[in-house]
Structure formats: structure tokens, C-alpha cells
């Protein structure tokens, strides 16, 4: 568990199936978009498979859809990436 430096709330960071690392909140809310495997790796569930998941399906937000400051956030990880 980690605190998010810029609102302070709980947070899990995981690392997705494409090898970034995401910080979600962490209380599984069932209109989340993230999913955990029992590996750890999560994934963004496509728009099109939500509706299929059965409710008892345990889901996350992301804490970028939550964070007040989560665009100040964005723009850092952005220029991180244009230097490599």
C-alpha cells in the first residue's frame, strides 16, 4: 500500500499487462475499469467485455480517475517518457 503524494488517499500501485505500473484506489468499486489476475498483473477491461463481467467480479478504479490533481500527474509521467 502507498499514499498518493498529492491528495493523500490509500493507494495500490500494479503493474498492467503491457509492463506499466497504474495506481488504483484501493476499494474495489463495481463500476471500476481495472482488473486484477491472481498473478498481480492488472489490466484495463475493453469497453465492450464490462457489461459481460458478472457482478461479482471484483474491479478497481484507477486512481487517475479520482485524484483532483491527477492531470499535474499525467504530465509528468508524459515528460518522463519523451526522454527515453
Known sequence: ???CKSCGAEIRFVKT???NTM???LTPTPDGI???F???IARV???DERAALPATAVRYTSHFATC???AEHR???TKGRSKK
Do not use: C, E
Open 45 to 47: 477491461i475493453p469497453t
Open 75 to 77: 504530465q509528468a509521467l
Open 1 to 3: 500500500m502507498s499514499t
Open 23 to 25: 495506481p488504483i484506489d
Open 34 to 36: 481495472v482488473q486484477i
Open 17 to 19: 499487462i503491457t509492463g
Open 38 to 40: 491472481a498473478n498481480g
Open 68 to 70: 483532483p490533481t491527477a
